[in-house]
């Protein structure tokens, strides 16, 4: 008995399992389609049994009725599958490019977020070292002054002299190291501090400039791949100069997608291109420096602005009788804060490049 029971629940089991497959699944729904007045006439017909029995025999296609059924159901069977791959396929290719562009525009935005806060990081450093150095000059011209007055006035002993000479020399070297610190910072804020990979793009430049290659011609080509969001077409690019010199140095790279060949921009290059245009930007604004500087100097004024920017950050309010006034205020190296009638004297403020007029000048002391 246990083994009938058995044996009827393993076929009932069997029997489920293959109702649960596609084919049968669509059998039975067309065959209720298909044979949907036979059942609507045994539901609710009111003639006799053998009244409908006879009807549903007498049917000309009564054997259609189960066959037709099974021929769609196994032609569904096999078509529904292609068909959902052939729309499968296009979105998969569609997600794949979307997914490709977004990590390209994270990668970048990465890249500049990373470069802003070495910049924010070196500039603060700068900042700090600039300050430290202005003090160090003040403290020598300081003690310059005692000691010229030192010597005037007074038989002062060799030992004092001494010591004022020594503690002179200290300042003196303490402003020379806070000097190279001070250059080296200005050439490597927002470039990583790699200097192994700043010395490469130099050597990578220089090698462009002597394949009779511009700086900004190889920045304008760069920036055209770049702001193209790496889709840039090789038939737009390949005839440009330097474009195999480029490949060739990895800085860019080709790709195929849908038989066309576009151009992209490697992570190497990313850093190359901000590296050439801070440095081509470095290059102009010291142009303007010292454009400004040879002006003072024809006018025998740097000494007296070097004074008058000095009282300025100490506060000191000037005379309209200042020595150079009215030439650094044409130049744009100072502007009006505020005037005070007790003393008919004006108080000014640094503007940015009288302060890199002023670190010119202190660096060159």
């Known amino acids: 008995m246990d083994d009938i029971k058995n044996n009827l629940q393993e076929i009932k089991e069997y029997t489920m399992d293959r109702l649960k497959m596609p084919i049968f699944f669509y059998y039975f729904v067309l ?6 007045d036979i059942i609507l006439l045994v539901l609710k017909s009111e003639a006799s049994i053998e009244s409908i029995i006879l009807k549903i025999k007498n049917d000309k296609f009564e054997s259609g009725r189960y066959l037709y059924p099974l021929v769609i159901a196994i032609g569904g069977n096999i078509v529904f599958p292609l068909i959902m791959y052939g729309i499968d396929f296009p979105l998969s290719w569609i997600n794949k490019g979307r997914n490709q562009k977004t990590s390209e525009v994270e990668l970048a935005k990465a890249k500049i977020e990373h470069n802003i806060q070495q910049e924010r990081t070196g500039s603060v450093t700068l900042d700090a070292l600039n300050i430290q150095l202005k003090v160090l000059n003040q403290d020598k011209i300081s003690l310059t002054k005692a000691l010229d007055e030192t010597s005037k006035k007074l038989d002062i002993n060799e030992n004092t002299l001494e010591e004022k000479n020594n503690s ?4 003196e070297d303490e402003i020379s190291e806070l000097k190279q610190i001070v250059l080296s910072y200005e050439s490597s804020i927002g470039f990583y501090d790699f200097s192994e990979e700043i010395n490469n793009f130099s ?3 220089q090698f462009f400039i002597k394949k009779e290659l511009t700086e900004e011609g190889i920045l304008t080509l760069l920036n055209k791949i770049f702001n193209e969001n790496n889709h840039s077409t090789k038939v737009t690019i390949e005839n440009v100069k330097g474009y195999d010199i480029l490949l ?3 800085i860019i790279r080709e790709y195929i997608d849908g038989n066309i060949t576009y151009i992209k921009l490697l992570p190497s290059g990313i850093k190359f291109m901000y590296w050439l245009g801070g440095m081509i930007s470095d290059q102009n604004d010291g142009t303007e420096i010292l454009r400004i500087f040879d002006k003072i100097k024809e006018a025998n004024l740097v000494n007296a602005f070097e004074n008058t920017a000095i009282n300025i950050k100490k506060g000191i309010a000037l005379k309209e009788s200042q020595k150079g006034l009215n030439l650094f205020l044409s130049l ?5 804060e505020s005037f005070s009638d007790y003393d008919n004297t004006t108080k ?4 940015d490049i009288g302060e890199k007029i002023l670190l010119k000048i202190s660096l060159k002391n």
């Open 348 to 351: 000014y403020f640094l503007t």
């Open 203 to 205: 050597e990578l430049l």
């Open 31 to 36: 065959l209720a389609v298909w044979n949907w």
């Open 332 to 336: 744009g190296l100072m502007d009006f």
């Open 248 to 250: 060739r140095s990895k």
């Open 168 to 171: 002179l020399t200290i300042k």
